[in-house]
């Protein structure tokens, strides 16, 4: 694997990546309303790797949504490399993620008529940023994507491919990269090279990941876990292992499971 250029220093960032303040989000009105977020508040370090996770329907997702710009909290504040995020328009929000956020996606999102190279260099086109080719050919070059240049998705394999949403997302260099599930359609092999890799952009490049995930062998590459269970934290775990990360969720789904039974009390016939 590729290491990163240690001469090349990162950008001056703020010493906190991401903050959270009492951050909501409902979803529904009425009866129907489901609270996805509820008074969420918390803060990220720069250069940290955060794991998220919890049972299904925790919020793990709009969590990651609202946080990086694709959705908007109904309250609180969202603020990335000491910047909040707000604007009335959907332009402005626009060009708050362009300039302060990286995206790596389970499905990689890559163009597949555009070379690894130009889909490498989208973002800061769609910025109206200048590109700089040795700077993307170094950061494929990092990725360990230097001599595939000229290959379209097509021609990669999946770990390749995630490779390029990693380069992708690190070209503009952003205050805060979230991955979506990034390893869910790889095999175990490509899985924990994309890992890996993700880790050693924090310890090597300076960057701070926020990785959602339902796997605990995924987790334990993190600096730390943070656990939601009914849109709000509930715990996290420093200098995680796998085992650990798993018997944490164990538990966690089971209380999860004990309250809705106790909303929900079975009745009798």
Do not use: W
């Amino acid at each position: 694997m590729a290491m990163f250029d240690r001469k090349r220093q990162p950008p001056s960032r703020t010493a906190e990546a991401l903050r959270l303040e009492s951050v909501s989000k409902v979803y529904g009105t009425g009866d129907g309303a489901v609270t996805a977020l509820d008074d969420v508040s918390l803060r990220l370090p720069a250069g940290s790797f955060t794991a998220v996770m919890g049972p299904s329907g925790s919020g793990k997702s709009t969590l990651l949504q609202c946080a990086a710009g694709l959705d908007r909290p109904d309250s609180g504040r969202i603020l990335v490399d000491g910047a909040e995020m707000g604007g009335s328009s959907e332009a402005a929000l626009t060009k708050f993620r362009r300039e302060r956020i990286g995206f790596i996606f389970q499905q990689y999102n890559l163009l597949p008529t555009l070379t690894v190279e130009e889909n490498t260099a989208l973002p800061l086109r769609l910025a109206g940023r200048r590109t700089d080719p040795e700077r993307i050919r170094a950061v494929l070059t990092q990725v360990g994507l230097g001599r595939r240049l000229g290959h379209l998705p097509d021609q990669l394999s999946g770990g390749q491919r995630q490779r390029v949403a990693i380069a992708r997302a690190l070209v503009t260099r952003p205050g805060v990269i979230f991955a979506d599930e990034p390893t869910g359609a790889l095999d175990t092999r490509s899985a924990r090279d994309v890992l890996a890799l993700l880790r050693e952009t924090v310890q090597v490049h300076g960057s701070t990941v926020v990785l959602v995930t339902h796997d605990p062998v995924a987790a334990s590459y993190a600096d730390r876990v943070l656990f939601l269970a009914d849109g709000r934290l509930a715990g996290h775990l420093a200098a995680p292992t796998a085992e650990a990360v798993a018997e944490r969720m164990t538990r966690l789904g089971d209380r999860v499971a004990e309250r809705h039974a106790d909303d929900f009390p079975l009745m009798e016939v």
